[in-house]
């Protein structure tokens, strides 16, 4: 895909409303650690200890613990179905981040923190904004 991308940037001109967009998107495409491979995958976690971390780490919040839960066993049953994107809103100090890490922290992946001010929807987050130029 990157290299179909590549081929359609050479020949547009830098006027071309779409040039910018393509052309942030094969810089963040090129600057992936493509050869860098995490730990497990969530086929290998159990749900029984995927529960006592999120217990452990945070008290109440029983509703999104269990969705935390819901999706990571979607993600067990079926690993090559695309994984949604889990979205956590809320004031600040109500503990998005931490969940977060306890999510990282049983599938023994880094976190990574980003921030989405300014982000419109989720096609920009999925990298589907350029779908919709010049519509």
């Not at 999104?64 to 994107?85: F, G, M, N, Q, T």
Request: proline fraction near 6%; glycine fraction near 6%.
């Amino acid at each position: 895909a990157a290299e179909t991308e590549l081929r359609k940037l050479r020949k547009m001109t830098e006027q071309a409303p779409a040039y910018g967009i393509t052309r942030s998107w094969l810089e963040v495409i090129s600057s992936l650690p493509w050869s860098k491979e995490t730990g497990v995958e969530a086929t290998a976690v159990a749900m029984a200890e995927a529960r006592a971390v999120l217990d452990e780490e945070h008290s109440g919040l029983d509703k999104v613990k269990d969705r935390i839960i819901e999706y990571l066993a979607v993600r067990r049953l079926r690993p090559e179905a695309r994984p949604p994107i889990l979205c956590f809103i809320g004031p600040p100090g109500v503990g998005k981040t931490t969940l977060a890490r306890s999510i990282a922290k049983v599938l023994a992946r880094p976190f990574q923190r980003i921030s989405l001010g300014g982000v419109r929807d989720e096609a920009d987050v999925r990298g589907h904004r350029r779908t919709y130029i010049a519509s």
